[in-house]
């Protein structure tokens, strides 16, 4: 078979569970496979998921989660994230192709994981995909976040996104500094769907922090209960 990432043939390991049909075989090869560094556990933070020094942690939090606490405007907006892998120059490069191919192959192997941590974390909480702008929508032809739900959840539309500057364009300072910006709003569903709710988003990446507590407080305001968010990389 094919690697799904670097699409190099491979003979997958035999196991007792993939010749009795109990599990499916690894899509990967084994190089490919080493280079996801998985998250969750005590070297994370209980926060954000991303792996941390002590030395650059507080009260249990990275720095980042510990400092978007003390700001008035964004402390309590997010419960918590979490994601499958560390987002290196790997996975980097792997989301970069996915996202420019939509290839459904890739959103599906992604969405099998994230639908075990869905039912492990957040099991009833409303799924909600981060949306593009509907300029970005059109150009690409799909919003991967939406793509990676197929299987496991349904996309209720409730949100919409204003046009914009792509983010991956500014700067680490400039995505922080405008988490008081609102490029997100309700859709008419959306408020009546929310309400009262836990609400878990979902998107690709999680990098600053600043978009889903952009999102948290849009929902907030709407009448959510928490949000919390789920990524495939940190």
């Known amino acids: 078979m094919r690697c799904l990432s670097c699409h190099e043939r491979f003979f ?40 941390i020094h002590t030395q650059y942690k507080r009260e249990g939090v990275c720095l980042d989660c510990w400092r978007w606490e003390q700001q008035e405007y964004t402390k309590g907006l997010l419960t918590m994230n979490r994601s499958l892998y ?30 075990v941590m869905y039912h492990h974390f957040f099991q009833g909480d409303l799924v909600v995909p981060v949306p593009l702008s509907e300029k970005r929508l059109k150009a690409r032809g799909f919003n991967q976040a939406s ?3 197929e299987g496991w959840a349904e996309d ?12 991956s364009k500014k ?21 009546e769907l929310v309400r009262g709710r836990s609400i878990v ?22 009448g959510a209960q928490k949000v919390s968010s789920m990524t495939v990389g940190r």
């Open 156 to 167: 209720h539309d409730v949100l919409a996104r204003v046009e914009g500057e792509k983010q």
């Open 201 to 222: 988003l979902v998107d690709d990446i999680y990098t600053t922090g600043t978009t889903v507590r952009q999102v948290a407080r849009l929902l907030k305001e709407a």
């Open 86 to 115: 560390e987002y290196n120059s790997f996975l980097k490069e792997w989301l970069a192709v996915y996202k420019f191919r939509g290839d459904a192959i890739v959103a599906s192997y992604f969405a099998k994981l994230l639908s």
């Open 12 to 51: 997958p390991m035999p196991s007792w569970e993939s010749v009795l049909l109990l599990k499916e075989e690894e899509p990967l090869c084994q190089m490919c496979a080493e280079q996801l560094v998985a998250l969750g556990g005590e070297g994370c933070c209980s926060t954000c998921s991303r792996h």
């Open 147 to 149: 793509l990676i739900m």
């Open 171 to 191: 700067s680490r300072k400039q995505r922080i500094s405008q988490v008081t910006d609102q490029p997100f709003r309700m859709n008419e569903q959306g408020i």
